[in-house]
Every structure is written in structure tokens, then in C-alpha cells.
């Protein structure tokens, strides 16, 4: 996979949603979509796959969206993955207080808007890429360091 292309997980229950969703992102370079007809589906992919960002139905059958993304935000590896809920629920005050106790980020009113929903995810893609970059150059920085002290202890340990 190319370094400048990020997974991103849709979760419904409701197989015509999913390829809606599969059919607008499919407009976006940079993502490499995966699907789950479920939560206990999507909590597998994401115990097995980075995503950088999940957008998920509230309503499925067997675990809902809010389950899902509690126990996602509890996995040690997915922890801090952004969860955008798309959902025809009435989007009231307590709806949307339950979207942030869950630990999603947002949530959009089904039907979607493309265009919103395709800059919600480039954004979520951009800020994950840079967060990959800046812990690549890290990790640099922290090989050239240990190379120059294991360098610097050698010389102070040979005699002048």
C-alpha cells in the first residue's frame, strides 16, 4: 500500500449504505475503503488494520454504533481512530451527547451530503498522514541520536 493511502471503515448493517458510502469515497485517491456489515465485524478489522478514520450506522442489528465505538476506543491499537456516526436518527441534544460519550468525533444526518462527507474524511486522512510522517521523523531523529552517543561513549572510552 502506498504510503500516501489510508484505510478508512464504514459499518452498516444495511448493504445498499455501505456501497454508497464505498461509491463517494471511491472519488478520493488517497482511501482504500473496507466494510463491515457489523460492529463485532468492524472491532475485528480494526484489531487488524489502521483506519484513519471509521464512519458507522448508529442503528444495526446485534451491537449498535455506540457499543461499537466504546469498545473500539478501548483497544489498545485503535484507540484515538476517529469515529464519524452517520445515522437518520433526529440529531437532538441528548443524540449528540451520546455521540461524544461514545467517543465519536461526529456525526452526519443520513441522507449524505457527498461533498461534506468526502471533506470530513480528507481532512481525517491529511491529519493521520501527518501523524505518520511526524513519527517517522521521530524515530529518525532518535536513531541519529542513539548513533552519536554510542559514537561519542566509544571515543571517550579509547584512550587518548
Same mark, same amino acid.
Given at each position: 500500500?502506498?504510503?500516501?493511502?489510508?484505510?478508512?471503515?464504514?459499518?452498516?448493517?444495511?448493504?445498499?449504505?455501505?456501497?454508497?458510502?464505498?461509491?463517494?469515497? =471511491?472519488? $478520493?485517491?488517497? *482511501?482504500?475503503?473496507? /466494510?463491515?456489515?457489523?460492529? +463485532?465485524? @468492524?472491532?475485528?478489522? &480494526?484489531?487488524?488494520?489502521?483506519?484513519? =478514520?471509521? $464512519?458507522?450506522? *448508529?442503528?444495526?442489528? /446485534?451491537?449498535?454504533?455506540? +457499543?461499537? @465505538?466504546?469498545?473500539? &476506543?478501548?483497544?489498545?491499537?485503535?484507540?484515538?481512530?476517529?469515529?464519524?456516526?452517520?445515522?437518520?436518527?433526529?440529531?437532538?441534544?441528548?443524540?449528540?451527547?451520546?455521540?461524544?460519550?461514545?467517543?465519536?468525533?461526529?456525526?452526519?444526518?443520513?441522507?449524505?451530503?457527498?461533498?461534506?462527507?468526502?471533506?470530513?474524511?480528507?481532512?481525517?486522512?491529511?491529519?493521520?498522514?501527518?501523524?505518520?510522517?511526524?513519527?517517522?521523523?521521530?524515530?529518525?531523529?532518535?536513531?541519529?541520536?542513539?548513533?552519536?552517543?554510542?559514537?561519542?561513549?566509544?571515543?571517550?572510552?579509547?584512550?587518548?
Amino acid at each position: 500500500m502506498s504510503e500516501d493511502v489510508v484505510n478508512i471503515l464504514a459499518v452498516d448493517d444495511a448493504p445498499g449504505c455501505l456501497l454508497v458510502l464505498e461509491y463517494v469515497l =471511491a472519488k $478520493l485517491d488517497t *482511501v482504500r475503503f473496507f /466494510g463491515a456489515s457489523s460492529g +463485532e465485524e @468492524a472491532i475485528a478489522l &480494526a484489531e487488524k488494520h489502521e483506519f484513519a =478514520a471509521i $464512519l458507522a450506522d *448508529v442503528a444495526m442489528q /446485534g451491537m449498535g454504533g455506540f +457499543e461499537m @465505538a466504546r469498545r473500539i &476506543a478501548d483497544h489498545k491499537d485503535a484507540k484515538g481512530t476517529p469515529v464519524i456516526f452517520i445515522s437518520a436518527q433526529l440529531h437532538d441534544h441528548d443524540y449528540i451527547a451520546q455521540v461524544y460519550r461514545s467517543g465519536a468525533v461526529d456525526s452526519m444526518l443520513k441522507p449524505i451530503e457527498p461533498d461534506v462527507l468526502k471533506s470530513k474524511v480528507s481532512i481525517f486522512a491529511n491529519i493521520f498522514l501527518e501523524r505518520k510522517r511526524l513519527k517517522r521523523a521521530i524515530y529518525q531523529q532518535l536513531e541519529m541520536k542513539n548513533r552519536f552517543l554510542s559514537q561519542v561513549s566509544h571515543e571517550l572510552r579509547t584512550p587518548l
